[in-house]
Structure formats: structure tokens, C-alpha cells
């Protein structure tokens, strides 16, 4: 390329923030915050799941023995959930995750 190509490029222009957040991290609380973002992704998952049984089952495309095991699937993996919430000590409706401009999770 010749230098005249090059002379209309320009980095683009950044501002810088004024003040850097800092993260603060507690050691105490790093495993019980972990756990409650995994819990977290695997609640919207069964619900997710839950959802998309619901449309198959009014769609009519699963037969009433699968509604019936798949039903049975997800409240085991919902009171898993709840369990796993009451061993690592955090509310079930703290499951949920603030996507900024996008709104809450679920």
C-alpha cells in the first residue's frame, strides 16, 4: 500500500472513563457466588426445557407417556435445584442475572 493509502486511516477515537470500577472480591464469598451463577444457568435451562415441553405437548408432536416422564424429569431437576439452594445457603430467588441493557435473565 503507499503512504498516501495509509494517510486517511486513523486510529479510532476511545474515551477513556473517567474513573475505573474496581471488582471487589471477598474470598469467603467467591464459592457461594459461583454456585449461585451455575445454579442460575441450570434454572434457566429447565425452564427453557420446560417451555419447549410445553409447546411440544400442546403441539401435540409427544405422546402422553412422554409428558408424563418429561413432567417427571423436570421437577426432579427443579427440587435438585431447591436442594442444592438450601446446602450452599442461597435463595432460590436470587437466580437470576442482570444483563444490563438487555433486562433481568428470567
Do not use: K, Y
Amino acid at each position: 500500500m503507499s503512504q498516501h493509502a495509509l494517510t486517511g486511516l486513523s486510529a479510532p477515537a476511545v474515551a477513556a472513563p473517567a474513573t475505573l470500577a474496581r471488582v471487589e472480591i471477598d474470598p469467603d464469598a467467591v464459592q457461594r457466588d459461583l454456585a449461585r451463577l451455575v445454579l442460575t444457568l441450570v434454572e434457566f435451562l429447565r425452564r427453557l426445557m420446560e417451555t419447549q415441553a410445553v409447546r411440544r405437548m400442546e403441539a401435540g408432536t409427544i405422546t402422553d407417556a412422554q409428558v408424563e416422564a418429561l413432567g417427571g424429569a423436570l421437577e426432579q431437576a427443579r427440587n435438585a435445584v431447591l436442594d442444592m439452594c438450601a446446602r450452599l445457603d442461597v435463595a432460590p430467588d436470587s437466580l437470576n442475572l442482570d444483563l444490563g441493557p438487555l433486562g433481568r435473565l428470567m
